[in-house]
């Protein structure tokens, strides 16, 4: 199995478990007289193997992650940490641009109301968040390819 593919399968995973708490929410308590529409319990062993098989899949998928070095030397998991990194940082920058551009608010009605001045060039952090979203997207590139090269480890 090729690492993409378990990707997809721990995504099938953890919806699977999502969609079976709900379940078992809705029919963890009935009225007397009344059947649940599932088994409650039924549904909780489910949900427990499936959580067992996604604890299986994510080990196998992080000692692949580790294991696994890319063309810069890196291994996958460090390409992954940045970004992460990269991905907080933009949003930071993005967030700090539209504070000064005044796109959150606080812009003046009447011309008694005093000005507001931008404390960071904005800019100046909308070009660097578009260099951060290139990053992105080329490290996500690379993530990607590698996903579809790479053999998931026993």
């Known amino acids: 199995m090729q690492l993409a593919e378990a ?14 708490r709900g379940r078992i929410a809705a029919n963890a308590r009935y009225q007397e007289g009344e059947e649940p529409d599932e088994d409650a319990r039924e549904l909780l062993a489910e949900a427990e193997r499936s959580i067992d ?59 008694s109301e005093l000005r507001t001045f931008a404390a960071l060039p904005t800019a100046e952090l909308r070009s660097r968040a578009d260099a951060l979203a290139k990053e992105i997207r080329e490290l996500d590139a690379v993530v990607q390819r590698t996903n579809w090269e790479v053999t998931l480890v026993d």
Not at 7 to 20: N, V
Not at 67 to 82: D, K, M, N
């Open 53 to 111: 098989a996604l604890e299986v899949l994510l080990a196998r998928i992080n000692a692949t992650n580790a294991s696994t070095t890319v063309a810069s030397g890196q291994t996958v998991t460090a390409l992954l940490a940045r970004r992460d990194a990269l991905r907080l940082r933009h949003a930071l920058v993005t967030g700090a641009a539209d504070a000064t551009a005044g796109t959150t608010g606080g812009y003046r009605q009447l011309r």
């Open 7 to 20: 990707l997809i399968e721990r995504a099938d995973l953890q919806k699977r478990i999502e969609q079976l």
